[in-house]
């Protein structure tokens, strides 16, 4: 089952987590890199990428940090999640960020690395 | 989830930018917790003030909303970087005081309240029992839904910001009646202090989903409180306890004992002592400023101490006279900001910062860049005053 939160169209290769993403404590807003050292994608950049991560945790602000991440062109192209949270729903909304929420064996079968494309208008939207 | 007519036109843009902006926030929102409509809602309070944590992006944001949104119901709004009658006693740099002054222009300007606090419930009476809100300060959306009888999601900034705009939120599961806790979080702790709480709010929120049930407990006191919905509301999406010593038996049930503190503990304690002090995250009401100088008489504190306060309650204490003992013990007592993401403690100048607060550890370890000392208030007046 994948539900639609933020229309749109990306292409591009998954960055996973199995970690939550507290994105006002975790995230630099500026280059999009992970620098909270207790997630399995420390040091790495988010952005261009198709984030593909359980869902967001922590300040409402972590709103603010997608869409700084957006102005700054450190976002992610799209964002992937199991569950639906306000902080990114919101902050993916108003960046135009892509979002769609999928189920927890879909969200199992995603591979980091690979190449996919999402595309909220097609009838599958996930390839 | 289903518009109105009124506002999809307002969605395709009919109404202007801003509220276009607006809805298109709560119909993602919307979707996100299986809303079926919008519902109309009597305050929203804000988050996002901070010039540290919202960025040139975000003051530039709200610059150019605040030239044509208003809000259209009671709005609060959250702590920024600093307090303005004390910024001259800090070595901040020019710039973040002018984007700051900015970012405070533009909630004013779109007629928001200049609380400046991350505890609107110390500030004003809760509304009538299961009157809806939206609050995206996470230790106040707790608050509101645990405590205060109210209801709220557990909202983001721009969710908040687009209730107080058109005066609704989505009508999700939390804003409805039978949400009943799927887990029970057994406390095990003997006596424990504000420090224990918010440990255990912190634990709750790794492993709670939307809503838990806390059995073990009685009777916290609101400092407690306090440190419960700051520690929970900083690890996780859950938006709601309850304290309740029934035994469910469908519910999954789960202890928090000395080895799950100890865990956590360690995670967010990382130095033996700190170069200053800070209370007051969640702000400080009333009450613990009545505490704490009860606690500081005849005491003097051997390090820097800032205590932070919403501007309402210091005006409260000030005319009660706690501010006295608190002060002349070398406290700064400072308002309109607090220990998360403040400028005012510079990683450059400050190793390690000694707190009581589970929320300010997490926050001064990851955003601001320091060290943590994390011991409950006896023991920083017993260690930290002569």
Same mark, same amino acid.
């Given at each position: ?80 999640? !199991? ?14 960020? *892509? ?29 | 989830?289903? +518009? ?14 801003? +509220? ?43 610059? !150019?909303?605040?030239?044509?949104? !208003? ?7 959250? *702590? ?72 709220? =999601? ?6 908040? $910001? ?38 255990? @709010? ?13 059995? @073990? ?44 503190? =100890? ?10 002592? @700190? ?13 613990? $400023?009545?505490? $704490?100088?009860?606690? $500081? ?50 990683? =450059? ?29 006896? !023991? ?7």
């Amino acid at each position: 089952m994948t539900k639609v939160i933020v229309q749109g169209k990306a292409k591009g290769t998954v960055l996973k987590t199995i970690n939550p993403i507290n994105f006002l404590g975790a995230v630099d807003k500026k280059t999009g890199i992970i620098h909270d050292q207790k997630y399995d994608i420390f040091e790495k950049s988010i952005k261009d990428s198709i984030l593909v991560f359980p869902h967001g945790i922590g300040s409402s602000v972590g709103a603010y940090t997608i869409y700084s991440l957006k102005n700054n062109e450190s976002a992610p192209l799209a964002m992937i999640c !199991k569950k639906a949270d306000l902080t990114v729903s919101s902050g993916c909304a108003l960046a135009n960020i *892509p979002m769609i929420v999928i189920s927890e064996d879909e969200f199992d079968s995603i591979e980091n690395g690979k190449d996919i494309q999402i595309d909220t208008e097609s009838e599958k939207i996930l390839n | 989830m289903e +518009l109105t007519k009124d506002e999809q036109a307002a969605l395709n843009g009919d109404k202007g930018e801003a +509220l276009q902006t607006a809805y298109r926030i709560l119909l993602a929102t919307g979707e996100a917790t299986n809303a079926e409509k919008l519902i109309p809602i009597k305050w929203a309070h804000l988050s996002g003030v901070n010039y540290n944590t919202i960025g040139d992006s975000g003051e530039e944001f709200l610059r !150019k909303l605040s030239e044509d949104a !208003k809000v259209t119901i009671k709005s609060t709004v959250n *702590p920024m970087g600093f307090d303005f009658d004390h910024v001259s006693e800090y070595n901040l740099d020019e710039e973040f005081i002018e984007k700051q002054r900015s970012i405070r222009d533009s909630y004013i300007k779109m007629g928001v309240e200049p609380t400046f606090s991350c505890t609107p419930y110390d500030i004003y009476d809760l509304p009538e029992k299961d009157t809806q809100v939206s609050f995206a300060e996470s230790n106040a959306a707790i608050f509101a839904n645990s405590l205060g009888g109210i209801r709220t =999601n557990k909202e983001s900034a721009f969710s908040a $910001l687009a209730s107080a705009i058109t005066g609704k939120s989505p009508y999700s599961d939390l804003r409805k009646d039978g949400n009943e806790a799927q887990m029970t979080i057994r406390m095990k702790l003997e006596n424990p202090n504000e420090l224990d709480f918010g440990l255990l @709010g912190f634990f709750a929120g790794k492993v709670g989903d939307t809503s838990v049930r806390i059995s @073990g407990v009685s009777e916290p006191d609101r400092r407690s409180c306090k440190a419960l919905c700051g520690g929970m509301g900083t690890s996780g999406t859950c938006a709601k306890f309850q304290f309740s010593d029934e035994d469910t038996s469908s519910s999954e049930k789960v202890d928090f004992g000395k080895e799950e503190m =100890n865990k956590i503990f360690d995670e967010l304690n990382t130095s033996e002592k @700190g170069d200053l002090i800070t209370l007051g995250s969640p702000q400080l009401g009333l009450e613990e $400023l009545s505490d $704490l100088s009860k606690m $500081l008489k005849g005491k003097s504190f051997r390090k820097q101490c800032m205590i932070f306060c919403s501007r309402a309650v210091q005006h409260q204490a000030r005319s009660l006279k706690y501010t006295d003992e608190i002060e002349r013990a070398g406290c700064d007592i400072l308002s309109d900001c607090c220990t998360c993401l403040t400028p005012l403690i510079d990683p =450059n100048e400050t190793d390690s910062v000694t707190t009581n607060s589970v929320k300010g550890a997490y926050y001064l370890k990851n955003s601001t860049g320091v060290d943590v000392n994390l011991k409950p208030l006896s !023991k920083i007046i017993e260690e930290d005053t002569q």
